[in-house]
């Protein structure tokens, strides 16, 4: 019955509840791989679905998003212990997100973030007003496929341009592929600075993340 | 008092969303993210910790009172002076969007054409009261430097007042620097503003280092400011309108303690902008019930601290000049005219919540506009207006077409419109001209109609040579 717990729990955006159930799966010596794929996804797909049928909104996704990460990182360890164990490896795509220097607007990039959790990528978000090189590190140190950079205004749009000149400079530039987003770029900014992809919503960012990792 | 007056909260609601504000300006205080900000601040005795400032209310209450309750805009032209306060609108074009959307619905990006249009119809526009400011953003230009370019074709194209750039300390000073040979000289700025510009706050509770520096630097010229706030219910504040307008409130309340406390006397403009969150998308919204509710608030606020107020617009989510585009804009025009909002920026041109601009949405706005200054001109009730005489003349079944009376007063009390289809079926359906497709002709002749007002020949040299040194040392 954990399981329903632990899938209600994250449906609820019941980050406290989450932690509770999880630390029991440890006490109790239960099955973290169950937790997670039957208990905890099994919430965050059920409102990924309600989202998209329009029963669910934002508050809904972003704190079931923070509940599911809570529980992940409870049981992080035991998972890849277990994980190991059966000769299987995490194969989710990684991703890389935040907003470009000189630019404090994260409500849309936090939309995104969360989105992209709930559709079962491993999301690292570096947060606002982070230089290229903050960007490329994390994706480095993670092991990230996707590097996504978020720019509201039309005056820090550049710094879009600059991290794949920056991926250029370093020679990482195959290793990753890029996309960008925010209220004044376009597919036709992406196009011209070299980005691999541009989404003007969250679901369609979701969308090419996962046609870029196809 | 003017005879329209729409009131959407008791001065009982007024007074807790006040309270409420003070508590926030006290117990929260707000993130001051410029060094010389939070440094006359703490110099006029509010506690600061870092550069979370913590507002004394009285303190707040003392500068806000310093505020003047209106003010003039002197313009290059003194015909197109604007008053703003009291019982008067000013509008104004729409403001820094950077995509245009041609009649049919593509979007591309604006350019420096599209600007110097939408700037010479501001100009010929009678519904517009100012030039306006960043019209579109050129972006064929370079990002850093278009200000001054924006700044000199406001001057050199139009006699109307314009709005300054708030790009820093920097981009105030240059405004300043600008303006000032064209009104003989600074001293006469600090008796006369002759621009008014626009400071965001972020929300919820800071202020820029940008936004700041240029409000600190238009203060010291005793230059206007509209200092606005811009909380989205559901993300950026809460989901409730009352706790959004206590955010609000207490943002706008302290950027103008700070524009009081460097020059006391700064003509400032209380501003909202303040709207909703799409909550399935994270999209805000700006044309709606609770924003148009939100606007009406704002001017009840700003009068209770008697100064003027800044609140709504021709303002849409629909990305074409459609129904919806219609029906939003006039909502959010018409709430603002009914509760008293004295400064009425983005009247005219916006599509898509504040990205877009539209030629063909210019005129229909300013077809709104021009239907709502008249409609808050309210109704004359006296001998004439009652016009006994000629009704007692014309008797039970007669008609007043051919009345004297008729012929003298038709044109004062009856606005002409300049797009609306007024023709029969039979003569509508020759053409079946749309509201787009008619809005096309007339941006054109409106356009077409533009006069260049000139400007002394010396001045424009002088003002270029200072517009291409600041280029060099900013692009160095």
Redesign the interface.
């Known amino acids: 019955m954990i399981l329903d717990e632990l899938k209600a729990a994250v449906m609820d955006g019941d980050a406290e509840q989450v932690a509770v159930l999880c630390r029991k799966v440890l006490d109790e010596h239960l099955s973290p791989v169950e937790a997670v794929e039957q208990g905890l996804i099994k919430g965050i797909e059920e409102i990924g679905r309600l989202?998209t049928e329009?029963e669910m909104?934002?508050?809904d996704v972003m704190m079931g998003a923070d509940a599911l990460k809570v529980g992940l990182e409870i049981l992080g360890a035991e998972l890849s212990k277990a994980k190991a164990a059966a000769g299987d490896t995490d194969r989710r795509g990684r991703i890389v997100i935040g907003t470009v220097k000189g630019d404090?607007h994260d409500?849309?990039k936090n939309?995104v973030s969360a989105m992209m959790t709930a559709a079962g990528f491993d999301v690292f978000d570096i947060g606002y007003d982070q230089g290229v090189d903050v960007f490329v590190d994390k994706a480095e140190q993670v092991g990230a496929q996707i590097i996504a950079a978020s720019a509201l205004l039309?005056?820090t749009m550049?710094e879009q341009k600059e991290l794949v000149e920056y991926l250029k400079s370093k020679g990482l530039r195959s290793k990753y592929k890029v996309i960008i987003g925010g209220?004044?770029t376009?597919q036709?900014w992406a196009d011209g600075v070299g980005a691999d992809g541009w989404a003007e919503?969250?679901?369609e960012a979701v969308a090419l993340c996962h046609k870029l990792l196809d | 008092m003017s005879k329209v007056s729409l009131k959407v909260l008791t001065d009982e609601d007024v007074r807790r969303i006040h309270e409420a504000s003070m508590k926030l300006l006290e117990e929260v205080g707000i993130e001051v993210e410029y060094e010389p900000a939070v440094r006359i601040l703490q110099e006029a005795g509010l506690k600061a910790d870092g550069r979370r400032v913590f507002f004394d209310p009285a303190y707040v209450q003392k500068k806000v009172a310093e505020a003047p309750h209106d003010f003039t805009l002197y313009a290059r032209d003194p015909r197109h002076n604007v008053h703003i306060g009291g019982d008067d609108v000013a509008f104004v074009p729409g403001y820094g969007a950077p995509f245009m959307i041609e009649a049919g619905g593509t979007r591309r990006l604006a350019t420096w054409d599209d600007y110097l249009n939408l700037l010479k119809m501001a100009h010929a526009c009678e519904e517009m009261d100012l030039s306006g400011g960043m019209l579109v953003e050129p972006n064929d230009l370079d990002d850093h430097t278009r200000y001054l370019d924006v700044l000199y074709a406001h001057i050199r194209y139009s006699t109307k007042v314009p709005m300054g750039s708030s790009y820093g300390a920097s981009g105030a000073r240059d405004t300043v620097e600008l303006l000032a040979p064209v009104f003989g000289g600074k001293e006469m700025l600090q008796e006369k503003p002759v621009v008014i510009s626009l400071i965001n706050t972020i929300s919820p509770l800071k202020l820029d280092a940008r936004q700041t520096g240029a409000l600190m630097e238009y203060a010291r010229w005793k230059q206007a400011v509209v200092i606005a706030a811009l909380v989205m219910a559901g993300s950026t504040g809460p989901a409730t309108l009352a706790g959004v307008l206590a955010v609000q409130n207490a943002e706008v309340l302290a950027g103008i303690t700070l524009a009081q406390t460097v020059n006391p006397g700064t003509p400032v403009v209380y501003g909202s902008a303040s709207s909703i969150t799409d909550m399935r998308t994270g999209c805000v919204s700006i044309a709606n019930a609770e924003s148009a509710l939100l606007n009406a608030a704002t001017a009840q606020l700003a009068r209770f601290y008697g100064v003027p107020c800044r609140a709504g617009g021709g303002l849409t989510d629909s990305k074409a000049v459609d129904g919806q585009a219609g029906y939003e804009s006039c909502l959010m025009l018409m709430s603002p005219i009914a509760s008293g909002v004295n400064f009425i920026l983005h009247t005219a041109g916006i599509l898509q919540y504040w990205l877009c601009m539209s030629y063909e949405k210019f005129v229909m706005d300013a077809e709104i506009a021009g239907m709502l200054r008249r409609y808050k001109r309210s109704i004359d009730v006296n001998d004439n207006s009652l016009a006994l005489d000629v009704i007692k003349h014309v008797g039970p079944g007669g008609h007043f077409l051919t009345q004297m009376h008729t012929k003298q007063n038709h044109k004062t009390e009856m606005r002409k419109p300049m797009l609306s289809d007024r023709q029969s079926f039979e003569g509508w359906a020759k053409d079946r001209l749309t509201t787009e497709a008619r809005a096309t002709v007339l941006w054109k002749k409106l356009l077409d109609s533009y006069q260049d007002p000139g400007l002394d020949e010396r001045l424009q040299k002088q003002l270029q040579t200072y517009v291409e040194s600041r280029k060099k040392e900013i692009v160095k």
């Open positions: 989202w329009g909104f934002l508050p404090i409500i849309g939309i039309t005056t550049d209220g004044p376009t036709g919503t969250a679901n």
